[in-house]
């Protein structure tokens, strides 16, 4: 079970920082992603963690102001967002895929194991 949260309204150029713990299962052997769906839009990839010791990656929409960590310890993965825009405001939410994952299959939602219920994110101008 993955349980999103940290989400919130926010002025543009403010920052926030989105927790997802899991629970059952640890994260150390799983791929975990962050997506977001805007208003009217379908759901969008926005950063993955290739499990433990693994690369990341992100959407060119939010290179150099996203980071995606995690902390195995606490089970929890963390996506850490600054410079917010309007164009940021969504539904975010996490998900994990259990062991490998390839670099031209992470962006899809449909190779994931599991989601989170979401965690909205307003932002105003």
């Known amino acids: 079970q993955l349980q999103a949260s940290g989400g919130g309204l926010v002025q543009a150029g403010g920052s926030l920082r989105l927790s997802c713990a899991a629970s059952?299962?640890?994260?150390?052997?799983?791929?975990m992603s962050w997506f977001r769906q805007a208003p009217g839009k379908e759901r969008a990839f926005v950063a993955v963690?290739?499990?433990?010791?693994?690369?990341?990656f992100y959407a060119d929409s939010v290179k150099g102001r996203f980071t995606i960590s995690r902390d195995n310890a606490k089970n929890t993965v963390y996506l850490q967002i600054s410079s917010l825009q309007p164009e940021d405001t969504a539904v975010y939410y996490c998900?994990?895929?259990?062991?490998?994952?390839?670099?031209?299959?992470?962006?899809?939602?449909?190779?994931?194991?599991?989601w989170g219920q979401g965690t909205e994110v307003t932002v105003s101008s």
């Open positions: 998900a994990a895929r259990y062991g490998l994952i390839s670099s031209s299959s992470y962006s899809s939602d449909s190779v994931y194991d599991y």
């Open positions: 059952g299962r640890a994260i150390r052997t799983y791929a």
């Open positions: 963690s290739i499990r433990s010791g693994g690369g990341t």
